[in-house]
């Protein structure tokens, strides 16, 4: 076992351990810096890799990647999970005074001038999740992009909980959300899908489809009382020239052109 220890409380620049490599080793062949190969199994205590930092203000752990083009600042292979995680960030508070902590802090800022002719796309988060295979005709797969739970155990005092805050401003064209669904069944294919906190079988959707055709969707699980309720605090606005249309085979309809007195 190697074991480096240092009780120096002089405010100096260094490093306890360093690894440099000077040499340029450009090529194809796999150069690593330091390699860990722990093969410990079934010990949910080992670790192959651990850092205890006593810091309060400074940065436990630093990637300087500002070199990297096509690469990756940081990869993360995991091909086995079953119930584990590729990535588990455990933040817990116990601050009873006024904090602002950010779990995920992506800080993201673009300066160079984009040239003529030059299409540049930039994207804060991707996630690709595809299931490539054939599944058993009997199997069932649900695929989630993105779970969130914001929830308060007790209501007391002030007390907002936002699942998602967007904020798209100040370019030529904003877009908060964008959605492609794909096209079916309204009770089935739909873009958005607002369910009842009382009973998830109860909800609202909207299904975009060719030709910009839009479903609006009100289930009732348990009977037939899905109203829509308009409640505006001002006009409700038709635009001109319109056919208001009754039933699935259009047998009766309101026809208004602005034209015709």
Do not use: C
């Amino acid at each position: 076992a190697l074991r480096v220890s240092d009780s120096a409380t002089n405010d100096s620049a260094g490093s306890l351990v360093k690894i440099a490599q000077i040499g340029n080793r450009a090529g194809s062949a796999a150069s690593v810096g330091l390699e860990i190969n722990f093969n410990t199994e079934a010990n949910a205590n080992a670790r192959a890799l651990w850092i205890d930092s006593e810091q309060t203000t400074g940065v436990v752990a630093e990637f300087d990647a500002t070199e990297v083009t096509t690469g990756k600042a940081l990869s993360i292979a995991a091909a086995a999970l079953t119930t584990g995680n590729a990535l588990f960030i455990n933040h817990d508070d116990t601050a009873t005074t006024a904090v602002s902590p950010v779990s995920i802090n992506l800080d993201f800022d673009k300066s160079g001038v984009t040239g003529d002719g030059v299409t540049s796309t930039y994207r804060g988060f991707m996630l690709d999740m595809r299931d490539a295979a054939t599944n058993h005709a009997n199997a069932t797969v649900n695929m989630t992009g993105l779970d969130v739970l914001v929830d308060s155990a007790n209501a007391q005092g002030t007390t907002t909980n936002t699942g998602i805050n967007i904020n798209a401003t100040d370019a030529a064209a904003n877009i908060g959300l964008a959605i492609t669904t794909t096209n079916g069944n309204p009770g089935a294919m739909q873009d958005i899908k607002i369910m009842s906190s009382a009973d998830a079988g109860d909800y609202f959707a909207i299904s975009t489809y060719t030709a910009g055709s839009t479903t609006i969707l009100t289930v009732d699980d348990g009977g037939a009382e899905a109203d829509i309720i308009f409640a505006p605090d001002g006009i409700v606005r038709i635009n001109d020239d319109i056919n208001l249309a009754f039933g699935n085979g259009e047998d009766a309809y309101i026809k208004y052109d602005e034209a015709v007195s």
